[in-house]
T-cell receptor
Framework: AQSVAQPEDQVNVAEGNPLTVKCTYSVSGNPYLFWYVQYPNRGLQFLLKYITGDNLVKGSYGFEAEFNKSQTSFHLKKPSALVSDSALYFCAVRDLRSGGGADGLTFGKGTHLIIQP | GAVVSQHPSWVICKSGTSVKIECRSLDFQATTMFWYRQFPKQSLMLMATSNEGSKATYEQGVEKDKFLINHASLTLSTLTVTSAHPEDSSFYIC?????????????FGPGTRLTVT
């Protein structure tokens, strides 16, 4: 069974500093990995994904994430945080081995990112 | 682009009645849609995968007869909570995927808050 762990419930960063939101995963095959962001009273928004190829993927709003197969991690990063980045961030995985009609994502429990002015 | 809507955004119903929630992809056709449930301060849990023109695939533990899913067109999927009980109160979120492969990202609706009294 696939699973995703986000070890931090909350991450606090000062505006202008770099930020990292951690994610580790467990799958039986090769993963498809995603990051989503949820703002209050709004739906989840897609940030970026890793499917194959370059381990460093770039996404929306200046975010990037690095796929590390040996550490089974997919940490989300941004060089310089903005107050507007404050939101709830979810890491998700789709296991290539799963199928048979069931094809959704397994989500981590989410990390609240708080950027302090 | 890639906008997903849900209707209603919130609904209150009495125990024993049924409630229908609609999920629409507004500017793209979605062969596959998904239904998730999100409990307060918890992550999203996949309920079922809905493929246009075929029966939905439910996750283990999700009652098929209670949560009826219909995906009659490429832009519309519905979730009907039958004989609702207070424990069905939750935040229901749908998503739609641009392509058939799991490599495509999912686009999420804003969610529907269901309260059963």
């Amino acid at each position: 069974a696939q699973s995703v762990a986000q070890p931090e419930d909350q991450v606090n960063v000062a505006e202008g500093n770099p930020l990292t939101v951690k994610c580790t995963y467990s799958v039986s095959g090769n993963p498809y990995l995603f990051w989503y962001v949820q703002y209050p009273n709004r739906g989840l928004q897609f940030l970026l994904k890793y499917i194959t190829g370059d381990n460093l993927v770039k996404g929306s709003y200046g975010f990037e994430a690095e796929f590390n197969k040996s550490q089974t991690s997919f940490h989300l990063k941004k060089p310089s945080a903005l107050v507007s980045d404050s939101a709830l961030y979810f890491c998700a995985v789709r296991d290539l081995r799963s199928g048979g009609g069931a094809d959704g994502l397994t989500f981590g429990k989410g990390t609240h990112l708080i950027i302090q002015p | 682009g890639a906008v997903v809507s849900q209707h209603p955004s919130w609904v209150i119903c009495k125990s024993g009645t049924s409630v229908k929630i609609e999920c629409r992809s507004l500017d793209f056709q979605a062969t596959t849609m998904f239904w998730y449930r999100q409990f307060p301060k918890q992550s999203l849990m996949l309920m079922a995968t809905s493929n246009e023109g075929s029966k939905a695939t439910y996750e283990q533990g999700v009652e098929k007869d209670k949560f009826l899913i219909n995906h009659a067109s490429l832009t519309l999927s519905t979730l009907t909570v039958t004989s609702a009980h207070p424990e069905d109160s939750s935040f229901y979120i749908c998503s739609a995927r641009l392509g058939t492969s799991g490599a495509y990202e999912q686009y999420f609706g804003p969610g529907t808050r269901l309260t059963v009294t």
